[in-house]
């Protein structure tokens, strides 16, 4: 199995990046052409916009089981966890370009009555401003500016993020089908993984240094 895994992972080593980006817009660039050709549907515009946030969720969740399939399984997909994020990053924008611009057409008033007044638009606006500072900062620039622990604290962001895309996708659809509730079950699946895990983990064990002071032992420092 381990063997299998490690097989696995170095053949997945050999994708390159760019390749995930351009396989990721796919969907993106079909459902465009779809609704350009006028084959969405009776409400291309709805149909546009719910198409965009579930691929935008959809790499949320791809990104989210990045660490426990390589804790889990041994397989490795680390090296592309950021083009996942960018790219449900660039789904959402679209998503949210589609009802700013298609469904609204730039009236800036009706697009604020909506935040306000419905709560599922309001959820879906908050997780996408927590979306923008990890964009923005999903570069090697900003992990040596910020340094690692300040980097990693701030895209812990994306638990929220993902878990309010997840509820905004359940509160948008009044008749409770079963799609929106599989992918929040998935989401807080993941998310409950993560805090069982830090529960879990061993408390850092400290120990006198030569000069008397007290420091976390060898073994907790990689336990981390």
């Known amino acids: ?14 994708v390159p990046i760019w390749l995930v980006y351009v396989i990721g817009f796919i969907p993106a660039v079909m459902n465009f052409t779809l609704g350009v050709l006028d084959q969405l549907g009776a409400d291309p515009m709805r149909t546009l916009e719910r198409a965009l946030g579930e691929w935008s969720l959809r790499f949320l969740i791809i990104g989210l089981c990045v660490t426990p399939l390589r804790q889990l399984a041994g397989v490795s997909l680390l090296r592309y966890r950021r083009a996942f994020g960018l790219l449900a990053f660039w789904y959402v924008t679209l998503h949210l370009l589609t009802y700013m611009v298609l469904d609204q057409g730039l009236d800036w008033g009706a697009i604020w009555a909506d935040i306000v ?6 959820i879906g606006m908050a997780s ?53 509730l599989v992918y929040a079950a998935i989401v807080a699946t993941l998310l409950a993984y993560r805090l069982v895990r830090a529960v879990a983990k061993p ?11 007290v420091m976390p032992s060898p073994r907790s420092r990689l336990a981390r």
């Open 1 to 14: 199995m381990a063997d299998a895994a490690k097989r696995l992972s170095s053949a997945l080593q050999r």
């Open 117 to 122: 007044k419905r709560p599922y638009i309001t």
């Open 128 to 180: 996408f401003v927590l979306l923008v500072p990890l964009a923005l900062t999903s570069n090697n620039l900003s992990i040596r500016r910020l340094g690692a622990l300040a980097w990693n604290r701030l895209h812990k962001l994306v638990y929220l993020a993902a878990a309010g895309g997840a509820l905004h996708y359940v509160m948008l659809v009044k008749a409770w089908p079963l799609e929106p």
């Open 203 to 213: 408390a850092r064990v400290r120990r006198p240094a030569p000069d008397g002071t």
